[in-house]
């Protein structure tokens, strides 16, 4: 079967947006290694901030239909390491700021406005996914006395964020934190500590509500109107 035209233009934009990415890491004195898969969908709008030690090396590899959109924000140090696996989704306004290694498994929605900062490692589950405005962040900033400047001491511990868990609107895990398979955690919550897989957690700090969560009721769907996936966050 032909591929379609639509393939075919998706195709052409993904490889001029890698080799401009390729680009302006060379021009900005870095190396890059790149493992892109041609079925990818990465816009030409890409922003991207390259920095780092002169002829440090990135390593990027994106997976089969990843689709990173215009306007998501891609900063990267020389000496990190970005996996991007099979589907998964940036958004307009996401950004991925990595000087360590971050890895998504795989069918990963990142969405509106939503930041990942890995600077040590930060690795996220398959079909786990952030909604609008999510902060997961594996490192902090302290002072050592008072009138230090506290932007100038920083430290880090990874984060590890299981498979099929939901990371609802606003909500925010800190340094260190795992968070396990099949978690909700509410909107506008704050997860300062570890979450056991399957639980709700909600609040700042966040708190297991209930040990199992798997949605709203038989009763509450009943009165509810069904939407298709694409149409929610």
């Known amino acids: 079967m ?9 195709r052409g934009l993904t490889q001029l947006a890698v080799q401009r990415i390729r680009l302006e890491a060379k021009l900005s004195g870095l190396g890059i290694e790149t493992e892109i898969d041609p079925r990818a969908d990465i816009s030409s709008r890409v922003i991207l901030h390259f920095w780092g030690e002169p002829g440090s090396t990135i390593a990027l590899k994106i997976g089969p239909n990843v ?3 215009d306007g998501a924000v891609l900063r990267l140090k020389g000496g ?8 998964s989704v940036v958004r307009t306004g996401a950004v ?17 406005g939503t930041v990942i900062h ?7 589950g398959e079909y786990t996914g952030m909604s609008e405005g999510v ?17 100038l001491n920083a430290i880090a511990t990874p984060v590890t964020v299981g498979s099929r868990t939901w990371l609802a609107s606003k909500s925010v895990v800190l340094p260190g934190v795992t968070i396990g398979d099949e978690v909700t955690l509410a909107a506008l919550s704050t997860a300062g500590r570890d979450i056991p897989a399957g639980a709700l957690a ?10 199992r969560y798997d949605g709203p009721s038989p009763a509450e769907r009943q009165n509810a109107t069904a939407v298709a996936p694409d149409s929610l966050s």
């Open 80 to 87: 990190c390491s970005v996996e991007l696996g099979e589907g």
């Open 202 to 211: 909600a609040g700042s700090p966040a708190r297991v509500l209930r040990e």
């Open 2 to 10: 032909a591929p379609s035209l639509r393939g075919v233009r998706r």
């Open 96 to 112: 991925l700021n990595v000087s360590g290694r971050l890895e998504l498994k795989g069918h990963n929605l990142v969405s509106w």
């Open 67 to 69: 689709r990173i959109e």
């Open 118 to 124: 890995s600077a040590e490692r930060v690795v996220i």
């Open 135 to 151: 902060t997961v962040v594996d490192s902090t900033h302290y002072r050592t006395a008072p009138g230090d400047d506290g932007y």
